[in-house]
């Protein structure tokens, strides 16, 4: 009788699922939008019509994954500190949430905070961190859906030794080969890579791209991605038929992606999918879990220079953190946006469009021929427009004079002295050389410059 039971119970659930569809909704670089313009909805708009999407295919068919780069970016979230933006992910129950890059600028406290806080997986297979997993199986409508997670693998290019604030990455490749060795004995039906990352290799991150992971590793039959900010919708990677997926940025919309499998031999058939783009409206007509607080933007300054140069910029960058470290012999330091504010009465979002970052101050010893260094390797980046400019606080020539191979303490942005993104290897080799005895402060350039515009434009 019993076994009667369960075979009919089997024959039921065959027969009122529809032929074996797999739903996945995807967003990425939300970058904390939790305000909308004219042109972008915003993430909340954005993460609730997943939401109510995902109610509309049927949860059970469905997974929500967010790709990174979600916490960080807007005004709102510096206040926050991205804890709106987790707020969103769980009001729309989504299932996975991947670290981006700019995840980890609030610190290791403030991530492990937030991950504790999200009621999906947090997984990234390549991140050695509290409370994140490597990959996640989900049943959906019968199928075994894997999902593997990886965050991207240059922090160390952007972060001053990440590791040392908690923040272990491996390679990706080394980490997929570990994860994939539990999850295939847990026998998936279609294997999905959700990753913080473009499809194209990048020479300068030493970075091969995912056209030669996809030829490798054709297991996988479905990449999500993101951090380049791109839209693309079901490429094929490597001529390998497995297919690449990045909602753009920003808030303008997300993914859905639709699986079909073979209900008889439970193979992936066919893979597609579409960008679904989410009109801006009116927050005051979402439901009270998707409503995040709006920022407070009070005026700082009444007389800041009108359309201020990139030097004028770097300068008070500079000025502004000799204030906070005022043993420093000089600062290296550039404008950080092409935005220029075309107002003397400047307020906090205009800051924040001029300082868009958590960077903060590093401080190195160096000597005359780092010194010599740094400034040759910065002529040369102009091409990057993000130069960074010199300001003394003594005369070096006489700083130097008796002795050259002397130390002195020089302030850094703290992104630049990590190099920028690969951009900057002599500058990063010169502060990674444990003679420089390199120290990350505490001290947020956004905050510095707070006080310093207020004091000198009030
Ligand atoms: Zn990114």
Redesign the pocket.
Known sequence: MFRAFIYLLFLFSGFFLSAGEVFILQTT?LHGIVHNTKNIAGAPSVIYSAAKDATRLGRDKTILVDC??LLQGSLESADNKGEDMINLLNAARYDVWVP???DFEFGSKVLSERIKFFRGATLAANLHFPNVGSYRIFQKNGYRIAVIGMT?PHLHQWFFHPEEEGFHILPVEISYRRALQFLLREKPDAIILAI?SGIYPSKRLDDRGLNVFARRHPEVKIILG??THEKVVCKELGGAKVYYFQAGAHGGGYLRIRLNFDDNTRKLLEVSGEYVPVAPKDHSELPKAFRPQKAEVPLLARNFPVNPSREKLAEMFGKAIVKAHPHVKGVFHGALTTYRPRTKFLNRLHLFRICPFENRVLIANINLQEWNAILKEQKEAEKYGMKQLFFPEVDVKVLWASSPHDRFPFAFNSYAASGAGGRFPVLKAIIDNPAARAVLTRSRIFDLMETYIKEVYK
Do not use: A, K, M
Request: aromatic share 0%; glycine share 30%; proline share 0%.
């Open positions: 670089d990174g780069d981006g890059n700019h991207n913080h993101g951090h």
